[in-house]
């Protein structure tokens, strides 16, 4: 059974820095593409961005591209995303997502439970 | 950043059919990629329900339906039960601005 299990809710100031945590299993981590959506409050879904385990690359939406940074650890099996200087507008709900498809059909088929960040003085 | 519209909400009585429309343009559904809808129920995970336009996965139900025509898609939901009671999204690839995955503005269906 696929499972993505997500680091718990963070509460920070406006200038820290902040890395949330995503451990997936049940499947091949390194052969599929693991990524990150964000929900703020009261509002829909938007994805930021996207890396291959297998190989570290990395794909941004053009609206968050130098807002975060996405990484992976093959060996813990954990993607993560990082900010290196939070502002009140990051506080949202943010869900790992497992990305599958191919040319013409790209799809998020499994959802991590959330993390919630807040971020305020 | 939301590219693909749907309607804020949509209501119907149990037992009904409700219909939830996307649209989207030349450069996402329009473009020939396929749409994909999700659930998400007040307080959880969104929860994939059709894709590839119209395949269920294992485990949802019959009364959960998607079709696709030109730049638009639709959900529709048959016997409209309480449970189904959450917001829905739609979601497809955009080939604009070196390539994104887009969500629906979503749609929130009440059952009256």
């Known amino acids: 059974e696929v499972q993505l299990v997500q680091s718990g809710a963070e509460v920070r100031k406006p200038g820290e820095s902040l890395k949330i945590s995503c451990e997936g299993s049940?499947?091949?981590?390194?052969?599929?593409?693991i990524g990150w959506v964000r929900q703020m409050p009261g509002k829909g879904l938007e994805w930021l961005a996207v890396?291959?385990?297998?190989?570290?690359?990395?794909r941004y939406s053009p609206s968050f591209q130098g807002q975060v940074t996405i990484s992976a650890d093959k060996s813990l099996t954990t993607a993560y995303l990082q900010w290196s200087s939070l502002k009140a507008s990051d506080t949202a709900m943010y869900y790992c997502?497992?990305?599958?498809?191919?040319?013409?059909?790209?799809?998020?088929?499994?959802w991590g439970q959330g993390s919630q960040v807040i971020v305020s003085s | 950043q939301a590219v693909l519209t749907q309607p804020p909400s949509v209501s119907g009585a149990p037992g009904q059919r409700v219909t939830i429309s996307c649209t989207g343009g030349?450069?996402?559904?329009?473009?020939?990629?396929?749409v994909h809808w999700y659930q998400q129920l007040p307080g959880t995970a969104p929860k994939l329900i059709i894709y590839g336009n119209s395949i269920r996965p294992s485990g949802v139900p019959d009364r959960f339906s998607g079709s696709k025509s030109g730049t638009s898609a639709s959900l529709a939901i048959t016997g409209l039960q309480t449970e189904d009671e959450a917001d829905y999204y739609c979601?497809?690839?955009?080939?604009?601005?070196?390539?994104?995955?887009?969500f629906g503005t979503g749609t929130k269906v009440t059952v009256l």
């Open positions: 890396i291959y385990p297998g190989d570290s690359e990395t």
């Open positions: 997502v497992r990305l599958i498809g191919a040319a013409g059909s790209f799809l998020f088929d499994h």
């Open positions: 979601q497809s690839y955009d080939i604009s601005l070196s390539g994104c995955y887009v």
């Open positions: 049940g499947y091949s981590f390194t052969s599929s593409w």
């Open positions: 030349s450069s996402n559904i329009g473009a020939g990629y396929d």
